[in-house]
């Protein structure tokens, strides 16, 4: 328990420090152009500064902190009522398709959002800090009602297999004796190219490295067939595994013996 609130500490420090970076380098980029280029000129009072960067750090905070649980269980939702087969076909187009349809999604659940929140008396309430300010300037961007940017807020999700890794990577401190089980459908969203090289290395170290592919609600393997072959080739088997096999499979990577990896996965 007290392990986990160290870690969501840490998550919302390093989240913190991200932002001050962004916003340091958002001031070296705007700050002098308004200073020199500035169509109606203003002073930098205090208040206001003072005002935007309260936005600025609670609204680059407060969603991530709050949405995180209930964004959670409508992807789970979600991802149960839609149908596999449609799963796999959007997995399988090119990716310059995925950012293409991510781009009109988003986009129009943006529109469609904001909309709204000029529609609806509830929302706009909290949606008008966000049309309040009387002079613009490169912070006014950050006012907003927090409650108006979680509901603006897109919902996303997706794996990220490399990052996952590198987290387990951190903890190992004897490769020898450890094994490394991924649970994964491999359909990685992070950097696949980053995510072999990881698995690649701590083989190298001597950890065993094992992916256990995800079954559909049918109980058949449901996978990126291409990750799965790259890792195999790695010397990290992949292969769909009932619990009734499990124990097994741990007992051989454990014991350092042969995996008893069915044919063909
Ligand atoms: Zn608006």
């Given at each position: 328990m007290l392990s986990h609130v160290v870690q969501h500490a840490l998550a919302l420090l390093v989240q913190t420090a991200s932002l001050t970076v962004w916003l340091v380098i958002l001031t070296v980029v705007f700050l002098p152009l308004e200073r020199f280029f500035a169509l109606r000129p203003t002073r930098l009072r205090a208040r206001s500064l003072t005002i935007d960067l309260t936005y600025y750090f609670l609204n680059g905070l407060a969603p991530a902190l709050i949405l995180a649980i209930p964004a959670s269980i409508i992807a789970a939702g979600v991802q149960k009522i839609t149908p596999q087969a449609y799963t796999d076909a959007v997995a399988e187009l090119p990716l310059w398709a995925k950012v293409a349809l991510g781009i009109v999604v988003s986009e129009l659940g943006a529109y469609w959002g904001h909309r709204f929140s000029h529609k609806n008396a509830f929302l706009w309430r909290f949606h008008k800090v966000h049309h309040s300010p009387e002079s613009l300037d490169?912070?006014?961007?950050?006012?907003?009602?927090p409650v108006d940017v979680i509901f603006g807020t897109r919902l996303g999700g997706g794996t990220d297999i490399n990052r996952a890794l590198a987290y387990c990577q951190s903890r190992i401190t004897r490769p020898a004796e450890t094994v490394v089980v991924l649970i994964s459908?491999?359909?990685?969203?992070?950097?696949r190219d980053e995510m072999l090289k990881r698995v690649a290395a701590m083989k190298a170290s001597g950890v065993q490295f094992v992916t256990l592919l995800a079954l559909s609600d049918e109980g058949a393997p449901a996978y990126d067939r291409e990750h799965a072959a790259a890792l195999a080739a790695l010397g990290a088997p992949a292969f769909a595994c009932t619990p009734d096999l499990f124990p097994e499979v741990m007992a051989a990577a454990l014991e350092k013996r042969a995996l008893p990896v069915p044919d063909g996965g």
């Open positions: 490169w912070m006014v961007n950050t006012r907003a009602h459908d491999l359909y990685e969203g992070g950097i």
